[in-house]
């Protein structure tokens, strides 16, 4: 059973407050030079078929309004 | 500056119920055979000195007692 993980980001132009409040606190810890910080979500799973992880990312796993994703399998980059 | 990636995940043993939620979701929307999801945060910026990033994440991006982390650099993996 093959593993896929999908990587979720906010879109370009889309507010990314978590981004924000990461880039304004790693000057208060220390650590200078981090810009464009954005983040997103990480969802790995087992699949049967993963055929089906473009139907699933746009129905459950993202919302394509706000987000973009990108599918990874195992080994290899199919999306 | 070197755009970089970290995937921060529940350590294996740690419950996870955004993934869970998943795990129950996709079935109800005619999804099946995805089994063991796990949902972790992507963090993605540009550096001026990666050697930073592993401090980074120890203090501020992962939450090292329950995640775990994994830094790759643009086009290449450094831990």
Redesign the interface.
Known sequence: ?P?ARV???PKTGILDPQ?EA??R??PA?G???????????????????AA?LD??CE???ANPLIEDYEIELLDSVVS
Do not use: K, N, T, Y
């Not at 650590?31 to 078929?49: N, Q, Y």
């Open positions: 059973m593993r990587l979720i980001r981004g990461v880039e606190a790693l810890l650590f200078g030079g981090a810009s464009d910080v954005r983040i997103g979500r990480l969802v790995e799973l087992d699949l049967d078929d089906d139907q699933m129905r459950l796993l």
